[in-house]
């Protein structure tokens, strides 16, 4: 039976997408290294995220951008995410992360603290965390002054006060409260011809 592990990585930020990783492996598939993300180091996700890749019968990252997260909300973007991840992989069963099932033609389980439960759940949430990682490093580039690189768009001091000081980019979700306090639902700074992709 080939099983479908779903994690994300990106609800709670302030900016950035919601990412959504799906991970197939055969049942019984076991590797101790393979954890919850966040009981992970950088480096030893970054050397598990090829690993997994490589090893996966299957596997898939979806992100879902800030202007979609703002019409949908980030319930709902999540859950697109998820969905999309898995229509990209073939399974026999999901194993949904958290309580939320999703829209599926596959069998799935909703698992709570699934990431620390399930070796396909746990490599997900690997996947889903490195690319957005990842990602947040390019946008620092484009967006400097915020500091994305350091917190990943996560509602820090710091870059609470960023916000402040220069204002919401493209990249934040104006309907976030931290954002829309701040900059209004229309005010932004700094565009870059990045956010097409992350729209």
């Not at 979609?68 to 399974?91: D, G, P, S």
């Not at 309580?99 to 799935?108: A, D, L």
Request: proline content about 6%.
């Amino acid at each position: 039976m080939l099983i479908c592990g779903v994690d994300e990585a990106g609800r709670g930020p302030l900016a950035g997408p919601v990412v959504a990783a799906a991970a197939v492996f055969e049942e019984g598939f076991s590797d101790p290294r393979i954890r919850d993300s966040k009981a992970l180091s950088e480096q030893q996700r970054e050397k598990l995220f090829e690993y997994i890749k490589d090893t996966a019968t299957s596997w898939s990252i979806i992100a879902v951008g800030p202007r979609r997260i703002e019409q949908l909300n980030i319930l709902q973007a999540t859950k697109l995410a998820m969905k999309l991840a898995v229509e990209r992989v073939h399974a026999d069963l999901v194993l949904i992360d958290g309580n939320q099932p999703i829209i599926s033609r596959f069998p799935q389980r909703t698992v709570v603290g699934g990431d620390r439960l399930h070796v396909q759940i746990s490599a997900a949430s690997i996947l889903a965390k490195v690319w957005r990682d990842r990602l947040m490093r390019v946008v620092a580039t484009r967006y400097p002054g915020y500091s994305f690189e350091h917190h990943a768009g996560y509602p820090t001091p710091a870059h609470k006060e960023a916000i402040v000081r220069l204002g919401p980019c493209r990249i934040h979700r104006r309907t976030f409260s931290g954002v829309c306090q701040v900059g209004g639902s229309s005010t932004f700074t700094n565009t870059s011809p990045i956010d097409s992709n992350l729209g």
